[in-house]
């Protein structure tokens, strides 16, 4: 071997020794390795939050449509309360825990008894006759010390003025957020507030969608509202109510106010517990009527200001909504008492503690049902519902009928939690038609075989995955007056036996058929088929499933159903002239109360005599009484009483065939606390309780990266490009070195 210097050839084809190319595979399996070891310990890939909000104390949901209203006035939508009910106050609120539903203090310091008084003036008893009741008044005291949420309507200069309440259009055309005000400020809340907010109940320019409604019973409130709809009203211009009263709400002192009511109206005291009576203050009104703010969607439906325990810092409603805990907030303890079982549930663990618990809200926009509850699944969401097509990824339906999670849903630590909502469904009779209407002794039999033939258990089943319950009336589980077990059976229809209620044979409705005098479906008289007709607004091929299964039905007594299927107008015109025979409706509750209910088949409310709600124009004297003497009844034993009476009637003359009442199921994770279901409530986000780490932990182990892929790919790479690399190289070093040369 020769001592010479390599030339330059030589040089510039030199190749790495060998030992160090055919260490590149063993290295990018260890690059592969390190990779995942640093992936273990880092944010999920597909993390759609900000790396920085990990482990933070924020709750995330979602919603599927814009809030169109958060102004308290004309807010009456439920994605809309989502928001309003944790931002305003009203006075009243409903107890977390407690079933039925009780009315607590919010910003009151008790809940507020009307007291009562004659067309003179005189004082009368608490329990006196409705009828001699010529007003009623509520006198509410709020609690001293309240204050409203930071905002620029509120913010005082070193002289004590208002910055910002009398701003040129120059001056508010720059502004495009909240944030765009440099001060914000704050107040007490006082009765003046509430009392200016009932004002604008009636202001044509707030179009609140309760004034009707409370023009009825608030003394002078229709009247105010002509008022100030008056032909000298500027629109453009902002008028302080302040300086216009009326009869109907009264300001006593700094922290008193009162309601006068025309004659009795028990259930008023529920709508305390509503935002449509939250305070407003004065400023904020004045705030957004400034020219020029409007047209950057500066407003109350865009940005609310209340005193409640958050409030609402993002609005971008095509991506998200943000609410923030209200660093003026006075903090709230959570109840100490509740049900037998919410001890046991964990649900009083945080008694006494402080509330809110959650510092930040995040909901996002989600149109999609699937994308929500895939989300959900990898622990972006902290609470879902349950949409049909997931429902049998995430439910079981056990062999007694009993929902229960599916084991992946167990061993994600997802609980499940169910409710019965406030609402009914049933099938009702035109108690005027000829055929299914009237109140004799046969009519009754004919309508109670078909309660018994139509087979709601089943139809539950079917229909609505099991999220419901068999009514035996008109009255929801949770509503004063419901009674569960062989007291709130309904004898008609079912048995009670071992425990439960079971539905009579069909033989049982078979032989009421032929009292009725329609023996195996037939007209005793005349020997023809019975027909009966279904008028009904359902439609598509699921509607065309549901209808099958009613012809099922009347078909197993041998009746013929005829379904008569047409458009919402239709529907109602026909309800409204009677021309209607069977139909099918239901009810949501505006308010936790059996009038609420009962109402429903209250004669003077008839559907035909003055398009009321009582949809089957049912009409039993008796029934009418004691209705007319419950509704305005305190929930005593006596009530009970009466409406244990009511029900009987209206179960023997069967002018509905009871449904069901429907069952809410909601998914929430491990993390997440004191869940339960309130259907009356909406300002629960503050008893929400989150455990932040532990969710940072499950949303790596269920987003963890799947790196074998990547791996594999990696090392089929190396092997198959090494080759051709190592051959290439060889095949260059011998082209340098020329015919007859070695290296």
Not at 109 to 130: F, I, K, M, Q, S
Request: aromatic residues 12%; hydrophobic residues 40%; proline residues 8%.
């Amino acid at each position: 071997m020769s001592n010479r210097p390599r030339s330059d050839i030589d040089a510039r084809i030199a190749l790495p020794p060998r030992r160090h190319r055919v260490a590149r595979l063993p290295a990018a399996a260890a690059l592969v390795v390190a990779l995942a070891a640093l992936l273990s310990c880092a944010p999920p890939w597909n993390n759609p939050y900000p790396a920085a909000e990990l482990g933070e104390n924020i709750f995330y949901s979602a919603f599927a449509a814009r809030p169109k209203h958060l102004d308290p006035a004309r807010s009456y939508s439920s994605n809309e309360v989502v928001f309003t009910g944790q931002i305003y106050e009203p006075p009243l609120q409903y107890h977390f825990l407690k079933r039925p539903y009780e009315l607590i203090p919010l910003t009151a310091t008790a809940v507020a008894g009307a007291a009562y008084y004659d067309a003179a003036g005189n004082r009368l008893a608490d329990d006196g006759p409705a009828t001699e009741v010529a007003r009623s008044v509520y006198t509410i005291r709020i609690r001293e010390g309240i204050l409203f949420q930071p905002h620029p309507a509120l913010a005082l200069d070193e002289q004590g003025r208002h910055r910002y309440l009398n701003l040129t259009r120059e001056e508010a055309s720059g502004k495009r957020n909240l944030r765009d005000f440099p001060f914000q400020g704050t107040r007490e809340l006082t009765a003046a507030d509430y009392v200016y907010q009932i004002k604008r109940l009636a202001d044509p320019m707030v179009n609140s969608p309760i004034l009707g409604l409370m023009s009825n019973h608030i003394a002078g409130l229709g009247e105010y509202a002509e008022r100030l709809a008056g032909p000298d009203r500027d629109p453009f211009t902002f008028h302080d109510l302040r300086d216009l009263d009326f009869e109907g709400a009264k300001v006593v002192d700094r922290y008193t106010y009162e309601i006068r009511l025309q004659g009795k109206y028990p259930q008023f005291v529920y709508w305390l517990a509503m935002p449509f009576f939250c305070p407003m203050a004065w400023e904020v009104d004045k705030f957004y009527s400034q020219p020029g703010l409007e047209e950057h969607n500066l407003n109350l439906d865009w940005f609310p200001v209340g005193t409640g325990p958050y409030m609402l810092t993002e609005n971008d409603p095509n991506r998200v909504m943000i609410l923030e805990k209200n660093p003026h907030f006075r903090g709230e303890p959570y109840p100490a008492e509740g049900e037998a079982e919410d001890h046991a549930a964990g649900l009083l663990a945080d008694a006494g503690r402080t509330m809110p618990f959650i510092q930040k809200a995040v909901y996002a926009l989600e149109k999609e049902t699937i994308p929500y509850w895939n989300k959900f699944l990898q622990g972006y969401y902290d609470i879902s519902g349950i949409a049909s097509d997931s429902f049998d990824q995430a439910i079981r339906i056990g062999g007694e009928g009993e929902a229960q999670l599916t084991p992946a849903m167990r061993e994600k630590g997802i609980t499940l939690v169910t409710s019965v909502s406030a609402s009914t469904f049933y099938t009702g009779f035109n108690m005027l038609d000829p055929v299914v209407g009237g109140y004799t002794e046969a009519a009754a039999k004919l309508r109670r075989a078909l309660a018994m033939a139509i087979d709601q258990e089943e139809f539950i089943s079917i229909f609505a995955n099991g999220r419901g319950v068999a009514a035996h009336d008109p009255i929801p589980p949770g509503i004063f007056g419901h009674r569960d077990g062989p007291a709130g059976l309904n004898p008609y229809v079912y048995d009670w036996q071992d425990g439960k209620a079971v539905r009579k044979p069909l033989s049982r409705a078979r032989q009421l058929l032929a009292e009725a005098g329609y023996p195996e479906g037939r007209d005793g008289r005349t020997g023809k088929p019975l027909v009966l007709y279904l008028d009904t607004m359902v439609a598509g091929p699921d509607g065309k499933t549901r209808l099958d299964w009613m012809r099922k039905q009347f078909a197993k007594l041998g009746l013929q159903l005829v379904v008569r299927s047409t458009d919402y107008n239709r529907f109602q015109e026909k309800m409204m002239t009677g021309n209607a025979q069977i139909f099918q409706w239901g009810w949501n509750a505006d308010y936790p109360d059996p009038e609420n209910f009962l109402f429903l088949l209250y004669g003077p409310n008839g559907k035909v005599a003055v398009n009321g709600e009582n949809a089957a124009n049912y009409a039993n004297p008796r029934f009418d009484r004691l209705f007319e003497q419950m509704r305005n009844m305190d929930n005593t034993p006596a009530r009970q009483a009466i409406i244990d009476e009511m029900l009987e009637i209206v179960r023997s003359d069967a002018p509905w065939i009871f449904g069901h009442h429907p069952k809410d199921f909601a998914l929430y994770h491990g993390w997440l606390a004191n869940e339960k279901p309130n259907l009356m409530a909406n300002n629960t986000l503050k008893y929400r309780r989150l455990d932040p780490e532990l969710r940072a932990v499950k949303r790596r182990q269920w987003n963890h990266p799947v790196l074998w892929p990547l791996a594999a790919a990696t090392f089929l790479t190396v092997a198959v490009v090494t080759p051709a690399v190592l051959y290439y190289r060889r095949r260059e070093k011998r082209s340098a070195f020329g015919p007859g040369m070695s290296p």
